[in-house]
Structures are given as C-alpha cells and as structure tokens.
C-alpha cells in the first residue's frame, strides 16, 4: 500500500482532537472527511478506517510506541507508524515528520505484549478487572475479543414503505450487494463496506442503518397494530421507527426523551421513513412522565448505559468511559425503571433494554426492580442475553416484563 501524505496527516490531525481533546471519533472524523472535496471514497476509506483502528489499539500502540497521553504531534506520528508497520506498510523515508522506523523491535514488543490480554485487546486496566468479575475470565476474553473487531453494516429494511427483497434489488441496481440474514426478519448485511447514505433507497426512506441486536429489541416488545406505547429513551429514534412499522403506523407511539435536539432529528427520519404514529415529547418536568401513568398497552426502556456492547463501533469510548460513570449510570437505570414502569397499564408489558454486557446493568437491575415497591406488581417473562463473542453483532441484554391486570 502506498502512503499519501495529505491522507496521512489529516489522520494523524483526527487522532490528536480525539486522543488530547475528548472529541467523539465519529464527529472528528465526520468532520475530517469533508476537508478536501477531491478525495475519493478510497481515501475516505483510508482516513476512516486507519484513525479507528489507531483509537481500537490505543494502549497496545502507546506501549509499543513508549508514548503517553497527551500526545504531542510527533507521538502521534510514531502511533501512526507502529500501526503501518504492524501492517507490513511501508513508511517514505523522506518523511522528516517520522522518524527511522525500528521495524523488528516493534514486531518484538509486540509479540511479547501480545501475551497480557490488557495490552493485547487494548484496554485500561480498571475495564479489565471489571469484565472478569462480572462475565468471569473465559467469556471476557472471547468478548473483549469480538468487541474489538470492526463492526458490519447492517440495515432495517422500513417494512412501512417496502420489503426486503425488494430493497436488495434496488440496492444492487446501484452496486451495493448485501445478504439476508437468518433470525433477523427485518435485516440486510453489506458484503462490503461502502456510504449508503448517498443511496436513493436511503433518502426515499426505504431503510435505516441498525446493527441486528438493537433490531431485535422492538420486536421483543410484542406490539400491535391499534397499540398505545411509549420509547421512555427515544433519543433519534432507531427504535421509535421499528416499533412503528411493527404498529404499521396505527396506534399511537409516544417518543420521550430528556434531549429536544435528539427529539428533532427523530422528527426528521420519520417524515423520510412516513411513519405517522410518532408524537415526540420531551421530557422538560416530572408532569411529562406522570400524565402517562397507567396509560400504555407497551413502554420500552432502552436505558442509558455504559455501551461496553458497543465498542466495536464506538472504540473510543474505551478510553473516555470511567468506573464511576458506571456506578452512577446504574443509578440512573434504576430511577428510571422505578419511574417508567408506572406508565404500564395493567395487563401491559415493558422491555428493558441496555446496550451493555454487564450482568450489573443487565440481570442485577431486574432483579432489583422486580423486589422494589415499584416492581411488585411486574414478573419476568423472559429475558435475552445477545454476547458479541456467539453472534458477531452488538452485545445487548433485554427483558420483557408483564404487570397484573
């Protein structure tokens, strides 16, 4: 492979406002990849993939490298360089911004921190210990593993406007080749990566992008067509747009959240996607959530968590996640299941949902509600634990939930 140095310096530029900033990686790079108007989806590619592959092996790379936080550009150049030489590319020796590369010390290094999983899966040593204690050595490793690996595109086909068949076909008309995928009704796979934003089929509203866990999560709720529900945690609505094209737009589908800016993007995706059902509301006061007590037939809770389910296509939040923002998030999750849960009506079901492997977020927080005061008049129908070890998908806890007549 051949190295260009515009495409090489705009990474190495991504990497510092993301490493030394706090920036979210896919903002950074969003914005990255609009900077010169002559690149092509090639170079889009390189800039993409290489920065979030950097940002994945963030700490295995800074010890190969012997670099520490804050970056200053010339480290950051030397992370660029243990990544190309792990890749057997080769750097231009008259690029005076990196300096000789000691390629079989590298290899070395690499080779012997590739033997302590901390280094090897490239994570801090706080989320290593608390994926042991909680998942135990074995599943960890296989998780940690297969959350380090890139992520697949897959699509929701908006079962509103057409089918899946049918939007293969239009898909492959404009070179895009995907494959259905089996358990998962609603979903296509890429077979390659490529922008399908830029598709007719996306801006006619034919399909969303929604990895094959987070589609299952809808369906677990088991709506119907006439229904009145409630998404407690709308945000921009990935789920809000499944559950009304299971409602087939009847009924009416309430879109809650504490965020009026994630509400409007919803607003904006429904309207492409025609589902007509959804009334946003935002949650500015406790009167919000209390005029809906005792009023859905269905309320999903898909609540704000740690995303360790995620990390395959979010890595940096590796590096910016804290233990004490776990513990506090498990606050939350509990308020908001004590809360939301008065919603149901009786007779009614609730899912509770989280992006996160940890039994702590997961298990333990149903567990805790169904013995609280708030909980006594709900019982566990079932519950599904998604690893992305043995689906190669995102890892996700959901559980369904039923309350007395």
């Not at 002559?38 to 092996?57: L, N, Q």
């Not at 012997?66 to 030397?78: G, H, M, Q, T």
């Not at 009506?345 to 899912?351: C, D, E, I």
């Amino acid at each position: 492979m051949r190295l260009y140095r515009n495409l090489v310096f705009a990474t190495v530029d991504a990497l510092g406002e993301i490493f030394n900033e706090g920036a979210y990686a896919d903002k950074v790079i969003e914005k990255t990849l609009k900077r010169d108007k002559r690149w092509g989806a090639r170079d889009r590619s390189f800039i993409a993939e290489t920065t979030y592959d950097i940002v994945r092996w963030k700490r295995l790379y800074s010890e190969i490298a012997e670099v520490k936080a804050p970056y200053s550009r010339e480290n950051l150049f030397r992370l660029f360089a243990v990544w190309a030489t792990l890749r057997g590319i080769e750097i231009p020796t008259d690029w005076k911004q990196i300096e000789p590369v000691p390629t079989r010390r590298i290899k070395g290094k690499f080779d012997e921190l590739s033997k302590i999983r901390k280094y090897r899966e490239s994570v801090p040593d706080w989320l290593d210990e608390m994926g042991v204690q909680e998942l135990g050595e074995e599943t960890w490793e296989k998780e940690i593993h297969a959350l380090n690996e890139q992520a697949p595109v897959i699509l929701r086909v908006n079962t509103l406007k057409t089918t899946r068949e049918k939007l293969k076909q239009e898909l492959q008309k404009e070179e895009i080749e995907t494959e259905f995928l089996e358990g998962y009704p609603d979903a296509l796979q890429l077979k390659e990566r490529k922008n399908v934003f830029r598709t007719e089929a996306f801006k006619n509203g034919f399909f969303e992008v929604q990895d094959a866990s987070s589609q299952l999560v809808a369906r677990f709720l088991g709506v119907e067509p006439g229904m009145r529900v409630v998404d407690t945690c709308a945000g921009a609505g990935g789920k809000s747009l499944h559950l009304a094209a299971l409602m087939e737009n009847k009924g009416q589908l309430i879109a809650t959240d504490i965020y009026a800016n994630k509400l409007k993007e919803l607003k904006r995706r429904a309207r492409r996607a025609g589902a007509h059902n959804i009334e946003p509301r935002v949650i500015d006061s406790s009167k919000v959530v209390k005029k809906l007590y005792g009023s859905a037939d269905r309320v999903l809770i898909d609540a704000p968590c740690s995303g360790l389910g995620v990390l395959s296509r979010n890595p940096d939040a590796k590096w910016k996640l804290q233990p004490e923002f776990i513990e506090t998030i498990k606050q939350t999750q509990e308020e908001i299941l004590k809360q939301y849960s008065k919603m149901v009506k009786g007779g009614g079901k609730m899912v509770y949902a989280t992006c996160s492997v940890l039994p702590s977020e997961n298990e333990a927080q149903v567990k805790k509600f169904l013995a609280s005061e708030e909980g006594k008049d709900f019982s566990l129908a079932k519950d599904q634990k998604i690893l992305s070890s043995e689906t190669g998908f995102d890892g996700f806890y959901m559980a369904l939930l039923e309350k007395k007549k």
